[in-house]
């Protein structure tokens, strides 16, 4: 299918969502830029049939609870998603009335699904991604090169939201663990987070000069309560440095994003803090706070690892699956993301209204 066919095939669809929201359903394009909080199925695959870091949502335990479009409960339904169910950005489109985020880039073939589309892609960041997995200038690049190819028309953007989740990878090789965790460790990281804060800005900025609209943009989660890292106190409590480091961030962020009419900061931080400190009353379903529902048998293993002869090397808590806030060891629950969103809905419908 030709570009200017595709684009003709695109206006259809879009004009038959207006007529849906005429009619009192609400209906948006979604555009998701970002990472693993985000990624509705970009993360590549593997052609050993062994799962890596970067691959291991396509494999079971991953989508252990997954629904089908009326809610029921289809059991093991890997898809590329770094959580058992949802993932936030499929929250987010959930609370746009949505069944769930739209579909990866990488799935697509360049067509232009009637919901928009995901670039999101595990492991990504502004500056550091692993195994060739695009920034989020990359993921901006392409989405303007789709946009001038016209596999994308700029009238999916008028009435669209895009969401950037930007969730630490760019920071997580540099939290201290075991040393110095007082405020003055920031001081030689403040430079750097600098950067990485304007470079989620200038991204944004690049955004709005294609024609976006309205842009939700994640601040950072409290990194420090991450598994991966309250893992050396048998996770127990959350770890100084890596809160410093998001705090200091978010702080930035929103001297840089607070006053943009078009932009809406979701108060990522806040949202977990109050499930981690049982501050929200949803928090007390989940007995677990820090401890994942999926963890590896070694520190450097991951949730789904095994070998070529199948052999398992992590542990699930099969017994308390709801139970758990965080799935595997960065990653929440799709329960654990109900209850974060749940707390940012009404900022959301609001904006987007």
């Not at 052609?47 to 252990?64: E, I, K, Q």
């Not at 929250?91 to 769930?100: D, L, Y």
Request: hydrophobic letters at 35%; charged letters at 15%.
């Amino acid at each position: 299918m030709s570009p200017t066919i595709l684009s003709v095939f695109c206006l259809l669809l879009v004009l038959q969502a207006a007529a849906r929201v005429e009619s009192g359903t609400n209906w948006y394009n979604m555009f998701m830029f970002g990472d693993s909080f985000a990624d509705t199925g970009n993360s590549p695959g593997s052609g050993t049939g062994v799962p890596t870091r970067l691959s291991r949502a396509w494999f079971d335990p991953y989508g252990l609870n997954y629904e089908d479009y009326n809610g029921h409960w289809q059991g093991l339904s890997p898809s590329g998603r770094f959580s058992d169910f949802m993932v936030q950005s499929d929250v987010i489109a959930k609370i746009m009335g949505f069944h769930e985020a739209a579909p990866a880039y990488k799935q697509s073939n360049n067509f232009c699904h009637p919901y928009g589309m995901t670039l999101a892609t595990v492991g990504a960041g502004v500056f550091y991604t692993p195994d060739e997995t695009p920034t989020l200038g990359e993921q901006v690049d392409t989405f303007k090169r789709l946009m001038y190819d016209g596999f994308i028309s700029s009238t999916r953007l008028d009435g669209a939201f895009l969401f950037v989740a930007i969730s630490g990878n760019d920071y997580i090789p540099k939290i201290n663990l075991f040393g110095n965790t007082s405020t003055n460790s920031i001081i030689p990281l403040t430079p750097y987070i600098e950067n990485v804060t304007n470079e989620i800005v200038a991204n944004v900025h690049r955004l709005q000069k294609l024609g976006a609209q309205k842009i939700l943009v994640n601040n950072m989660h409290p990194l420090g309560c991450m598994p991966r890292h309250t893992r050396v106190n048998n996770h127990t409590r959350c770890e100084s440095h890596g809160n410093f480091i998001a705090t200091a961030h978010n702080s930035m962020l929103q001297q840089k994003l607070g006053n943009n009419s078009n932009v809406l900061i979701l108060d990522l931080y806040t949202a977990f803090t109050n499930v981690i400190n049982n501050q929200t009353p949803d928090s007390q379903r989940f007995t677990f706070k820090l401890a994942p529902s999926c963890e590896a048998n070694e520190p450097e293993g991951f949730c789904g690892y095994r070998d070529g002869s199948l052999h398992h090397f992590y542990v699930l808590d099969e017994d308390h699956l709801f139970k758990h806030f965080y799935w595997d060891d960065m990653h929440p629950t799709s329960a654990g993301w109900k209850a974060v969103m749940k707390q940012l809905e009404g900022s959301i419908k609001s904006f987007m209204s």
